[in-house]
C-alpha cells in the first residue's frame, strides 16, 4: 500500500508538505497541490482516517516541554533547540506552545498525559537532558505524536519504539580520535565527568573503537573526574603519563583540563592538543582557542519539527531514530604531534 512517504520521494517535497497539501492546505501552492494529488491518485494512496481526523480537528500547534532543570550550557541548548523549532514551525504556519520546564528526579511518576491534551496542542517536542524520562507512557500508548530531542530511555517502553532526533554521540567520539590521529598523536586520553551520562560513555566508546590497542588500555586511557577536591588529584597522574593529545567530553572539563596544563607549564597546542566537546561561548576567547566537536543544536530542533508533522500526519507510522553527525570547528588548541619531555 503506498504510504506519504512514497508520495513525497516522486514528488521531491517533505512528507509535511504532502500531508498539507492532500488536506487542501492554503500555504501550499497550487502547483504543488496538483503534483502532489496526481500522484497519490497515480499510486492509489488512501488516507489513514485517523490522520484524516486529526487534519480537521488540528490547532496547527505544537507543544515544547524541557525535561531537566535549566543551567548554563543548557541554556544554550534549550535555546538554540528552540530557534530551529520556531524556525520551522514559521515556515507552515504553526504556532509553538511552551508547556513548562520539568525538573522531576528519577523515579518520580508525573504523568503528562492531562497537561498536554488540556493545551490543545496536535504534537509534542520533548528537549530533554535527563534519562530516564517518566509520565510519557500513556501519550505513547494513545500514539501521540511526540519526538524527544536527545537520544534517552524512556520508562515503560522497550528501546528504541520512540521518535526521537539526537546527535550520534559514538560517532563524535571517532571522530575525535580519527582528528587527532591524523594529526599524529598516538597517545591519546580521554577525560570525563565521575557521573559520566549515557551517551557521555557513548563519546567515550566510539573514542576508544579506532583501534584495539585503545581498547585493550580503555581503563588507563580513560580518566574519570570527580568534583573539585579530587579533580586536580586526578589532573596531576594524568598529566604525568605524557599524553600528546586529551579529548575531553564536556566543556566544563574541557577549560579544567586546559587551566591544569597551564598551571604545570604545558603548553597547548605546542606541548598537547586538547579537543573538546561540545562548543560554548567562550570557546572560542580562551588562549589559545579550543578546537571542538560542535552538535547542530538548530538543525536538531528543524528535523524534530519535521519528524513531529510527520507523525500528526501518519500517526501509524513506526518510530525512527535520526541521528545527527556532530561537525569539528578547528581554532588553536589542535596541532601536529611531536614528543614531549616529561
Not at 143 to 168: C, H, M, W, Y
Not at 203 to 230: K, M, T
Amino acid at each position: 500500500m503506498p504510504t506519504l512517504k512514497d508520495i513525497a520521494q516522486l514528488a521531491q517535497v517533505s512528507k509535511a508538505t504532502v500531508s498539507l497539501a492532500l488536506a487542501g492546505d492554503p500555504r501550499i501552492s497550487a502547483e504543488t497541490r496538483d503534483k502532489v494529488t496526481a500522484i497519490a491518485e497515480q499510486l492509489g494512496y488512501i488516507p489513514n482516517r485517523m490522520a484524516q481526523g486529526l487534519s480537521r480537528a488540528r490547532s496547527q500547534s505544537l507543544g515544547v516541554l524541557f525535561y531537566g532543570g535549566l543551567s548554563n550550557p543548557l541554556e544554550d541548548f534549550f535555546s538554540d533547540t528552540l530557534m530551529g523549532i520556531g524556525h520551522e514551525a514559521l515556515q507552515l504556519g504553526y504556532n509553538v506552545v511552551l508547556l513548562g520546564f520539568s525538573q522531576q528526579m528519577n523515579g518520580e511518576q508525573t504523568d503528562w498525559t492531562e497537561q498536554v491534551m488540556r493545551s490543545g496542542v496536535d504534537g509534542l517536542i520533548v528537549i530533554s537532558m535527563t534519562s530516564p524520562l517518566y509520565g510519557f507512557e500513556k501519550l505513547l500508548a494513545m500514539r501521540f505524536p511526540i519526538v524527544f530531542i536527545g537520544k534517552r530511555q524512556v520508562a515503560g517502553t522497550a528501546p528504541l519504539k520512540v521518535n526521537e532526533v539526537s546527535t550520534d554521540h559514538y560517532g563524535a567520539g571517532r571522530a575525535a580520535a580519527d582528528y587527532l590521529r591524523r594529526l599524529g598523536h598516538a597517545e591519546l586520553a580521554v577525560v570525563a565527568p565521575e557521573s559520566a551520562s549515557d551517551w557521555m560513555e557513548e563519546r567515550i566508546h566510539g573514542f576508544l573503537s579506532v583501534d584495539r590497542q585503545l581498547l585493550r588500555e580503555l581503563n588507563d586511557r580513560v580518566y574519570y573526574v570527580a568534583e573539585e577536591e579530587s579533580a586536580e588529584a586526578t589532573f596531576s597522574s594524568m598529566l604525568a603519563q605524557g599524553y600528546t593529545a586529551y579529548f575531553a567530553i564536556a566543556p566544563h572539563l574541557g577549560l579544567s583540563l586546559l587551566q591544569a596544563l597551564q598551571q604545570q607549564g604545558i603548553r597547548v597546542p605546542e606541548d598537547v592538543s586538547l579537543l573538546v566537546y561540545d562548543d560554548f561561548p567562550s570557546a572560542s576567547l580562551q588562549r589559545p582557542p579550543l578546537t571542538v566537536l560542535k552538535q547542530d543544536m538548530r538543525a536538531l530542533g528543524r528535523l524534530a519539527f519535521q519528524r513531529a508533522i510527520e507523525m500528526i500526519a501518519d500517526p501509524d507510522e513506526e518510530p525512527k531514530h535520526i541521528l545527527i553527525s556532530a561537525s569539528l570547528v578547528e581554532r588553536e588548541s589542535c596541532a601536529p604531534a611531536h614528543r614531549r619531555e616529561i
